[in-house]
């Protein structure tokens, strides 16, 4: 209720401004005798959209950060912030002096591992060679029993140094591929289709596995990430509309749907994440934006419905209400729309009755209410004025879309408002 009080005391200060030459009486200007004037609408009838209003933030589908995967000076850059870039493009060239040295001894190795790996061969045919001699010879009783267990002795270390030459030939092998993979990524590609952003990398900067170069992803799709509680999960689904606005697009209103809800809850917070699926035509969406976001989940029971700033908390009471024009017929037209809201007449003096009532919805610009009829005229501005002339007031009817169009306004510009109108003055 702190908003909306604040805005009846701005905008009553607006319509004061505004309505100075309606209430100066002559020379003596504000008399103590002077009727106050409020602006009032026709109470309607129906039913309010349900809406949560959410905080979201923007972030590109797909949207990744580029880092390198190895430490080395920047040699070549082939791309800038804004560029769309194919998936696989180059998009940074390291020094690749030290790898290739590095390749260069891997490939050393791995010639001396396989040489003696053929050596090893060698030595365990010649042991096999011997051992088959040897036992021939021992069945014709021309060789001992010592001499074959020497040489299986040695045919079992043969046999150890093989194995042992091959698992080096395959360390060899890993250690020359994992040179070469590292090699490769001296060249720093794209791994998605989209556009770049946030380009951190010049020339001759040394990087390592910790620096960001680049954030990539693709604009024509944006994703709105924004927290739900965990009342919120009572009534908030995938599949339910949404309308985003931002002060950036101020005549544009994105709407889609809830795309997804996470189901898991953070442990801090008591709350999850949604994220809503929205194309980006025309690039409204910023990657890092803030955007307004309404989950419209239902409608109201039907009830009585008057702007939100018709509602009142009676300073003296603190109870909760509207001031009705009671005497005010309900055959009176709301004035047709004009530039100047001074060039419509106020009433002869009418009858304030400050009538209690229970909010049964509330929407973003407007209640329903019970306590109250439909065509009754509230007052929506100038209640404050009221406090001390309860009795009566002059009324100014005014349409729905002048006080829903002012509720949108923030307090500074109403303030605004009274400065240019007093300069005019």
Not at 76 to 96: C, H, M, P, T, W
Not at 272 to 289: D, K, Q, R
Not at 304 to 312: D, K, R
Not at 346 to 370: H, N, Y
């Amino acid at each position: 209720m702190k908003n909306i009080s604040l805005f009846f005391f701005t905008a009553a200060l607006v319509f004061a401004g505004c309505s100075s030459s309606d209430q100066q009486g002559g020379p003596g200007g504000w008399g103590a005798s002077v009727t106050p004037a409020v602006e009032a609408v026709q109470a309607a009838y129906g039913s309010l959209p349900l809406e949560e209003r959410l905080s979201g933030i923007v972030r590109a589908k797909n949207q990744i950060e580029v880092y390198p995967r190895v430490s080395a000076p920047i040699e070549q850059i082939f791309v800038n912030s804004g560029d769309y870039v194919e998936k696989g493009a180059a998009l940074v060239q390291l020094r690749d002096v030290e790898l290739k040295e590095r390749v260069r001894q891997a490939e050393a190795n791995h010639r001396i591992s396989l040489a003696r790996e053929k050596q090893a061969q060698a030595s365990l045919d010649e042991v096999e060679s011997r051992i088959k001699r040897i036992r021939i010879l021992a069945e014709k009783n021309l060789s001992s029993e010592l001499e074959i267990e020497n040489l299986e002795a040695q045919l079992a270390s043969a046999e150890a140094n093989l194995e042992l030459a091959k698992a080096q030939v395959e360390q060899s092998m890993a250690s020359l591929e994992e040179q070469r993979y590292l090699l490769g990524q001296t060249t720093i590609r794209a791994a998605i289709s989209g556009t770049l952003g946030q380009r951190n990398a010049e020339v001759g900067m040394q990087v390592s596995p910790s620096t960001r170069l680049f954030v990539l992803g693709d604009l024509e799709e944006g994703i709105v990430s924004v927290n739900l509680t965990e009342k919120m999960l009572g009534y908030i689904q995938e599949g339910q509309k949404v309308n985003i606005y931002s002060e950036l697009f101020p005549d544009t209103v994105l709407t889609t749907e809830l795309s997804r809800i996470s189901p898991f809850l953070r442990g801090t917070s008591f709350s999850t994440e949604a994220e809503i699926e929205v194309s980006n035509l025309g690039n409204l969406l910023i990657p890092g934006m803030f955007v307004t976001v309404d989950v419209l989940y239902g409608e109201s029971e039907l009830a009585t419905l008057v702007p939100l700033s018709a509602i009142y908390q009676h300073p003296r009471t603190g109870v909760t209400g509207i001031y009705r024009a009671s005497d005010y017929g309900v055959e009176v037209e709301p004035a047709t729309p004009v530039e100047n809201v001074n060039e419509i007449p106020l009433s002869d003096p009418t009858r304030m009755e400050f009538v209690p009532i229970q909010i049964v919805a509330k929407g973003r610009e407007s209640a329903g209410i019970s306590g109250l009829n439909a065509g009754d005229w509230v007052v929506t501005i100038g209640q404050n004025l009221l406090i001390g002339n309860e009795n009566q007031a002059r009324v100014r009817p005014v349409q729905w879309k002048r006080i829903l169009d002012m509720q949108q306004l923030r307090a500074e510009d109403l303030i605004d408002q009274v400065i240019v109108k007093q300069n005019a003055n």
